[in-house]
């Protein structure tokens, strides 16, 4: 196993950190590492937010489900799908461009999570850990006041980043499904009871399947936070909703 593809094993997510300053030249390296990430058309449909602000970042780890590791973290990347900056650059050249679709915003989605995802593998390379903040897409109009967001930019990912415990080290990564249960050769087909009971093995050892999946349900996908988040989605998908997608 080459050294990549150990580290991209290894990696975990982590959300207490020693405190140990991450340098300038790390950080660039990081930086310059999610801008090298695929992107459609050479476009780089993302802006990356840099929180420096000691105040905004406490205020985002309140903001983002009430989690304080935020604020300690010694480095916070915001990963923005960005169709703003090419829209405005149209308009700029005299194009008359179309309001962005829905199409054009899962491209800079897509741009902006493979962006991210560049960021938390050079980080892991340096020994630095990150952890995926999903709850940036909650709050949008506390979001989009706190970190000026114009109408074609959605905050896809924060990421927070620092150098990991001890303990953050030595605990286990939680276990993945089976290839099998996550490869299918050629066409989707859907699983049958017996093949999810058999995918979440790793999960319901415990409870057992059908209270485990009671349990998760009720904890993640009728959870408060989820009804929040699509709340949120669906307020910033106004602004691409297609209704002006004919003209040119």
Wanted: glycine share 6%.
């Amino acid at each position: 196993m080459n050294e990549i593809i150990r580290a991209l094993h290894s990696r975990k997510s982590t959300r207490a950190f020693t405190g140990e300053h991450i340098l300038d030249e790390q950080k660039e390296a990081i930086l310059y590492a999610a801008m090298a990430a695929p992107s459609a058309g050479n476009q780089q449909l993302y802006t990356i937010l840099d929180i420096t602000d000691e105040a905004l970042k406490q205020r985002l780890s309140v903001t983002c489900d009430n989690q304080p590791f935020i604020a300690k973290a010694d480095m916070v990347l915001i990963f923005c799908a960005d169709y703003q900056k090419w829209y405005d650059a149209f308009t700029e050249g005299g194009c008359s461009p179309r309001k962005p679709g829905v199409g054009d915003l899962m491209l800079a989605l897509s741009d902006a999570n493979i962006a991210a995802q560049n960021a938390v593998t050079a980080a892991q390379s340096l020994g630095i850990g990150s952890c995926y903040i999903g709850d940036i897409l909650e709050n949008c109009e506390i979001h989009r006041n706190l970190l000026h967001l114009p109408e074609y930019v959605i905050p896809a990912a924060m990421l927070v980043f620092g150098y990991p415990t001890s303990q953050q080290q030595e605990r286990p990564k939680p276990e993945r499904c089976r290839l099998e249960h996550i490869v299918q050769k050629n066409h989707y087909r859907l699983r049958d009871g017996d093949e999810l009971r058999s995918m979440f093995e790793k999960d319901t050892r415990t409870l057992g399947y059908d209270e485990w999946i009671r349990r998760f349900c009720s904890r993640k996908y009728h959870s408060e936070f989820a009804k929040e988040m699509n709340r949120s989605i669906s307020t910033y998908l106004k602004a691409f909703d297609g209704s002006s997608a004919g003209q040119s």
